[in-house]
């Protein structure tokens, strides 16, 4: 079973800080992926997406790859109250069709005045 | 640019009862459509997806089925209601090979 793995949280950081949110992926032919944002009560929200090994940065939102690790995070700078959300990490496993995504459970991100 | 809209949005139905998702994408064309559920406590998970009218995969054994009578228009359906069927259904579609997902507002359904 391909899994996708995320910190369960909660991840509470103080309003400027950098929050870092990982995860980790059992298909090791995994192309595609992805970060969501989720506010409660709504449907997610398509934040980051990257492909190659490295750094992809859009404004205060950096994802980072390492597919020999099998890891990508996201990093969310100069950190606001309303970036508080539930985080959801989604990946495109290998010899499935585009938009099958397997997620992670989410984390949970607090950030706090 | 693309919108996707999703009705009802919120919907309480006693169990046994029938059950009519509807979904349907404007500014685009012939787009892939998925269905996915996310139930309390539990991820999202991929129900239905679709890649022209009338063609339709599913992924899990349940009592759901799905519809696409038109090209941007999908439809869930269910004949009889199990409690285990309350969640947040989400329709989504797909743009080419880059393989992003985009949500619809998700319908808040809750089986008594």
């Known amino acids: 079973q391909k899994e996708v793995e995320q910190n369960s949280g909660p991840l509470s950081v103080p309003e400027g800080a950098i929050a870092s949110l990982n995860c980790t992926y059992s298909?090791?032919?995994?192309?595609?992926f992805f970060w969501y944002r989720q506010y409660s009560g709504k449907s997610p929200e398509l934040i980051m997406s990257?492909?190659?090994?490295g750094d992809k940065e859009d404004g205060r939102f950096t994802a980072q790859l390492n597919k020999a690790s099998q890891y990508v995070s996201l990093l969310i700078r100069d950190s606001q109250p309303s970036d508080s959300a539930t985080y959801l990490c989604?990946?495109?496993?290998?010899?499935?069709?585009?938009?099958?995504?397997?997620f992670g459970q989410g984390t949970i991100l607090t950030v706090h005045p | 640019s693309q919108t996707i809209h999703q009705w009802p949005a919120t919907l309480v139905q006693p169990v046994g009862s029938p059950l009519s998702l509807e979904c349907t994408v404007e500014?685009?064309?012939?787009?892939?459509l998925y269905w996915y559920r996310q139930a309390a406590g539990r991820g999202l998970q991929l129900l239905f997806y679709?890649?022209?009218?009338?063609?339709i995969s599913s992924e899990v054994p349940q009592n759901l089925s799905a519809s696409r009578p038109q090209d941007r228009q999908f439809i869930l359906s269910s004949k009889k209601l199990l409690l285990s069927d309350s969640g947040f259904y989400l329709c989504?579609?797909?743009?080419?090979?880059?393989?992003?997902?985009?949500f619809g507002e998700g319908s808040r359904l809750t089986v008594l």
């Open positions: 989504a579609w797909s743009r080419g090979s880059a393989g992003e997902l985009f």
């Open positions: 298909d090791r032919g995994s192309q595609s």
């Open positions: 990257i492909y190659s090994n």
């Open positions: 989604a990946v495109n496993p290998s010899g499935t069709s585009y938009g099958k995504l397997t």
């Open positions: 500014g685009t064309s012939n787009p892939n």
């Open positions: 679709s890649v022209g009218i009338g063609q």
